[in-house]
């Protein structure tokens, strides 16, 4: 596995991932329903897919049909959830509860494949929950139906990456994100046929949020995850990944006016510790180790 890659891959992902709460708000703002915001999304994400990669449609094997076919209808629970969430509460907070697969994949491999986290993981999962906390909750975490549903998109972000890692060791990223995509597409479209709701009009500021949503938060974000994921675990994933709230935040602040102060850089710093301990394990304590027996 070469880590270094996979970790840019992942932390570029959060970065640019993180302006798609602000953009979905504003999209939800303008009064397009939740299904009708992931239907544009993800309208815009297929066709800039085809538009680089139209070739290797041919080239779909039978596992990553399988597998992004599994990955896309975990990938629409999870919009559902997250657009229905957003739509009752602020980006950041939306943020910070979708963003908790942190501690959701560890159980999840713990409880489904025995295979229990190293105590690094740990600590960096709770590091990550707290800085979050830190991060987004600014009177205290108010349990309604926005957050079950926030909170609900994480479980399926935690079992997407699962099942992800399962497939992407053996299959091509960039088809099983084409696979995804297309069925999130499909499914949404529908959806938003079937509710009945007429379409807001699409003005200049919609229309540039549904390319940012589309294009960037989903295609190039996904297609970096699956990338990324294949030299990254899916618990070192999920930790780096939690970082997209730090910058679902900051975003937040700059484009939505929300307040930020020295709580939000606080939890940011903890955030990106977390990930320092969860990553950098192996070389950093085996350092300190060596230093330690050096002086004695």
Not at 154 to 170: P, T, W
Not at 187 to 215: E, H, Q, R
Request: aromatic share 12%; with cysteine; charged share 15%.
């Amino acid at each position: 596995m070469n880590s270094k890659k996979g970790t840019f891959f992942l932390f570029t992902a959060a970065a640019v991932g993180g302006f798609g709460f602000v953009a979905m708000k504003i999209l939800l703002d303008s009064g397009f329903s939740p299904i009708q915001c992931v239907a544009g999304r993800y309208i815009f994400a297929v066709v800039f897919m085809c538009l680089f990669y139209i070739k290797e449609v041919k080239k779909i094997t039978v596992e990553e049909l399988k597998g992004g076919s599994l990955m896309g209808v975990l990938l629409f629970l999870l919009f559902v959830m997250l657009m229905e969430g957003l739509k009752r509460t602020t980006p950041s907070v939306n943020a910070f509860l979708s963003c908790t697969s942190a501690i959701i994949v560890p159980i999840i491999l713990w409880i489904g494949y025995k295979k229990r986290p190293d105590r690094y993981i740990i600590i960096g999962a709770i590091m990550t929950i707290f800085g979050a906390a830190m991060l987004s909750l600014n009177d205290g975490l108010e349990i309604n139906l926005g957050a079950i549903l926030s909170f609900g998109a994480s479980v399926m972000l935690g079992m997407q990456m699962i099942v992800m890692d399962k497939y992407v060791e053996n299959c091509n990223p960039v088809r099983l994100t084409m696979v995804e995509s297309v069925l999130v597409m499909v499914l949404s479209v529908a959806a938003a046929l079937f509710s009945g709701k007429a379409v807001p009009s699409i003005d200049k500021i919609n229309f540039v949020m549904f390319f940012i949503a589309g294009v960037l938060c989903t295609f190039v974000y996904f297609l970096f995850i699956s990338i990324g994921q294949k030299d990254t675990s899916p618990t070192s994933t999920s930790i780096i990944m939690t970082s997209e709230s730090v910058f679902g935040a900051f975003a937040s602040a700059i484009f939505y006016g929300e307040a930020i102060g020295l709580r939000v850089v606080a939890g940011g710093m903890l955030i990106f510790c977390a990930v320092v301990v969860a990553e950098a394990k192996p070389d950093f304590f085996a350092k300190k180790e060596l230093l330690t027996n050096r002086y004695k």
